[in-house]
């Protein structure tokens, strides 16, 4: 602890005697400064003893002395060391009654008594009590750093927990809770996930401190890593705020934390090139070598049915989508317990192998939706389908033989997401709709419009119906009769119209190739009206 009042009091070659404020001497005292001024305050800090002979003041005078006393309380002056045998041979009345009323205590310093002495004595014990902390912080950080490496960030939380008398959090980059110490702060954790997810948007490092939910106690956030951003997050949480001790128990668990998560990041780059491996191998059509190469890392994932995420995205200057989108899927398998594989090809694609039906999954939609939601409230609410952001395809569930169709149909859900102008299109969607939408593609109703030009050129002469008279006689799959009670026409007028329509087009109606691209063109103009 620092020096008090009561331990200079107790110091036995000062022969400090109390002559008023005897309740008060247990505040803290962090320096003696001596001073002779009438008014000293403008150099003060507050938290000091001060040492005066009253050569400049009247300590007589009970209206000077209240002014005095009252500015040094105001100011945070914890004492008054007044020496007697100087210019006083005891301290006037006047002056203890006042440093009574005002609770501030009165210390008399005998003349055999220099300053000096007391200032030496107030600096010694700064002095013991830092080098103590910082003792005590070299021997946290031991304790931390033993823990770290055999029980791993569970352990150094449990130890970190025990020194600042509190306790400890680690959350991940989502801000999901990954452990606490002890085990009772899990829920209090949980409660400050907003709190960590905003830190987390603040450039690294950076620390924050907020009151605990429900005021329970005051908690210090950190973010943890040296990149961009923050690979996780560490809050502490404490009845008051930190000693110099606990303060070097923190940077210390910030530091192993941050060592931790950094050699984290290493094993993830290993992991990403074992994984690379692997999709190589599974999308070349060899699931037994990919199997051999994964060993143990993915768990069952290459035995279960597994869905294939592609994602792309253009560099863009204030967000990461890929990032985010790999973010969301590891975190949310870790926190499941299930294996994921992410591989990042190149820095605007990513491909991943999910659990069908896990958590992996799910958040991947749940990202999109969010995804969705923010292009929806921008400012022009429209996606051209060129700008640099995030597509996400998904296949159907398969196995690890049928990857190579999987791959290909996430990529087709992709290309389609991207004509649509959606985040993420699942390739089961595209199975079960229909092939309507897919004609709203520009180039599809360019080359519509440039087939059926001629005819509706023709048709605007006046001089026939031939656009109206095509699509029923499709319709009604070259039905002639009726074609022509649909249309209200004799059956010898429909087949000159068509007629007419093979000469136009210099196309014949007989090849089911060119019916079926009218057929499609008619859709597609129907569509863009």
Same mark, same amino acid.
């Given at each position: 602890?620092?020096?008090?009042?009561?331990?200079?009091?107790?110091?036995?070659?000062?022969?400090?005697?109390?002559?008023?404020?005897?309740?008060?001497?247990?505040?803290?005292?962090?320096?003696? &400064?001596?001073?002779?001024?009438?008014?000293?305050?403008?150099?003060?800090?507050?938290? #000091?003893?001060?040492?005066?002979?009253?050569?400049?003041?009247?300590?007589?005078?009970?209206?000077?002395?209240?002014?005095?006393?009252?500015?040094?309380?105001?100011?945070?002056?914890?004492?008054?060391?007044?020496?007697?045998?100087?210019?006083?041979? #005891?301290?006037?009345?006047?002056?203890? =009654?006042?440093?009574?009323?005002?609770?501030?205590?009165?210390?008399?310093?005998?003349?055999?008594?220099?300053?000096?002495?007391?200032?030496?004595?107030?600096?010694?014990?700064?002095?013991? =009590?830092?080098?103590?902390?910082?003792?005590?912080?070299?021997?946290?950080?031991?304790?931390?750093?033993?823990?770290? +490496?055999?029980?791993?960030?569970? /352990?150094?939380?449990?130890?970190?927990?025990?020194?600042?008398?509190?306790?400890?959090?680690?959350?991940?980059?989502?801000?999901?809770?990954?452990?606490?110490?002890?085990?009772?702060?899990?829920?209090?954790?949980?409660?400050?996930?907003?709190?960590?997810?905003?830190?987390?948007?603040?450039?690294?490092?950076?620390?924050?401190?907020?009151? $605990?939910?429900?005021?329970?106690?005051?908690?210090?956030?950190?973010?943890?890593?040296?990149?961009?951003?923050?690979?996780?997050?560490?809050?502490?949480?404490?009845?008051?705020?930190?000693?110099?001790?606990?303060?070097?128990?923190?940077?210390?668990?910030?530091?192993?934390?941050?060592?931790?998560?950094?050699?984290?990041?290493?094993?993830?780059?290993?992991?990403?090139?074992?994984?690379?491996?692997?999709?190589?191998?599974?999308?070349? /059509?060899?699931?037994? &070598?990919?199997?051999?190469?994964? $060993?143990?890392?993915?768990?069952?994932?290459?035995?279960?049915?597994?869905?294939?995420?592609?994602?792309?995205?253009?560099?863009?200057?204030?967000?990461?989508?890929?990032?985010?989108?790999? %973010?969301?899927?590891?975190?949310?398998?870790?926190?499941?317990?299930?294996?994921?594989?992410?591989?990042?090809?190149?820095?605007?694609?990513?491909?991943?192998?999910?659990?069908? /039906?896990?958590?992996?999954?799910?958040?991947?939609? %749940?990202?999109?939706?969010?995804?969705? /939601?923010?292009?929806?409230?921008?400012?022009?609410?429209?996606?051209?389908?060129?700008?640099?952001?995030?597509?996400?395809? +998904?296949?159907?569930?398969?196995?690890?033989?049928?990857?190579?169709?999987?791959?290909?149909?996430?990529?087709?859900?992709?290309?389609?997401?991207?004509?649509? $102008?959606?985040?993420?299109?699942?390739?089961?969607?595209?199975?079960? $709709?229909?092939? +309507?939408?897919?004609?709203?593609?520009?180039?599809?109703?360019?080359?519509?419009?440039?087939?059926l030009r001629p005819l509706a050129e023709h048709d605007a002469t006046g001089r026939g119906d031939l656009v109206a008279s095509l699509r029923a006689w499709l319709s009604r799959h070259g039905q002639w009769d009726a074609a022509a009670a649909d249309l209200g026409v004799h059956r010898h007028t429909l087949r000159?119209?068509?007629?007419?329509?093979? #000469?136009?087009?210099?196309?014949?109606?007989?090849?089911?190739?060119?019916?079926?691209?009218?057929?499609?063109?008619?859709?597609?103009?129907?569509?863009?009206?």
């Amino acid at each position: 602890m620092p020096p008090t009042l009561a331990s200079l009091v107790h110091h036995s070659a000062l022969k400090l005697t109390v002559r008023a404020g005897e309740d008060r001497l247990d505040v803290p005292v962090r320096w003696a &400064h001596v001073s002779e001024l009438a008014d000293p305050v403008p150099y003060m800090e507050g938290g #000091e003893l001060l040492l005066t002979t009253a050569l400049k003041l009247d300590a007589e005078d009970a209206k000077a002395m209240r002014r005095y006393v009252k500015r040094l309380v105001g100011a945070g002056v914890v004492g008054l060391g007044f020496a007697v045998g100087v210019n006083y041979d #005891e301290i006037p009345k006047v002056l203890v =009654d006042t440093a009574q009323e005002e609770g501030l205590p009165l210390l008399e310093v005998p003349r055999r008594t220099p300053f000096i002495a007391i200032s030496k004595a107030v600096s010694a014990a700064i002095a013991a =009590d830092q080098y103590r902390s910082v003792t005590a912080g070299f021997a946290a950080q031991r304790e931390l750093t033993k823990q770290a +490496l055999t029980d791993g960030p569970e /352990g150094l939380l449990a130890a970190l927990a025990a020194q600042v008398d509190g306790w400890a959090a680690l959350y991940d980059a989502s801000g999901a809770v990954v452990a606490t110490a002890p085990e009772w702060a899990g829920r209090r954790a949980a409660r400050l996930t907003a709190d960590v997810e905003r830190l987390r948007d603040r450039p690294a490092p950076a620390s924050s401190v907020v009151g $605990g939910p429900d005021n329970e106690d005051r908690v210090e956030l950190h973010t943890l890593g040296t990149g961009r951003r923050p690979r996780a997050a560490l809050a502490v949480g404490t009845a008051s705020a930190l000693g110099t001790a606990e303060r070097y128990a923190v940077h210390s668990a910030i530091a192993l934390l941050t060592l931790t998560t950094e050699r984290s990041r290493s094993l993830q780059a290993a992991h990403e090139r074992i994984g690379a491996a692997v999709l190589r191998l599974l999308l070349a /059509g060899h699931p037994d &070598h990919a199997r051999a190469v994964a $060993g143990d890392l993915y768990g069952g994932l290459l035995d279960a049915p597994f869905r294939i995420i592609v994602g792309e995205s253009g560099e863009l200057p204030d967000s990461d989508p890929l990032d985010g989108l790999a %973010e969301a899927v590891e975190s949310a398998a870790a926190r499941s317990g299930e294996a994921v594989l992410v591989v990042p090809e190149g820095p605007e694609r990513l491909v991943v192998l999910a659990v069908d /039906g896990g958590a992996a999954v799910e958040a991947c939609g %749940e990202y999109a939706a969010t995804r969705e /939601g923010e292009r929806a409230s921008s400012s022009t609410g429209e996606r051209t389908g060129d700008e640099d952001d995030l597509v996400v395809g +998904l296949s159907a569930p398969a196995g690890p033989i049928a990857a190579a169709a999987a791959y290909k149909q996430a990529e087709q859900a992709l290309s389609v997401a991207r004509r649509r $102008g959606r985040v993420l299109v699942e390739h089961e969607q595209l199975a079960a $709709g229909s092939v +309507l939408p897919l004609l709203a593609d520009d180039a599809v109703r360019a080359f519509a419009d440039g087939l059926l030009r001629p005819l509706a050129e023709h048709d605007a002469t006046g001089r026939g119906d031939l656009v109206a008279s095509l699509r029923a006689w499709l319709s009604r799959h070259g039905q002639w009769d009726a074609a022509a009670a649909d249309l209200g026409v004799h059956r010898h007028t429909l087949r000159y119209r068509m007629r007419r329509v093979e #000469e136009i087009l210099g196309r014949s109606l007989d090849d089911p190739d060119v019916r079926m691209e009218l057929w499609l063109s008619l859709k597609a103009t129907a569509a863009a009206e």
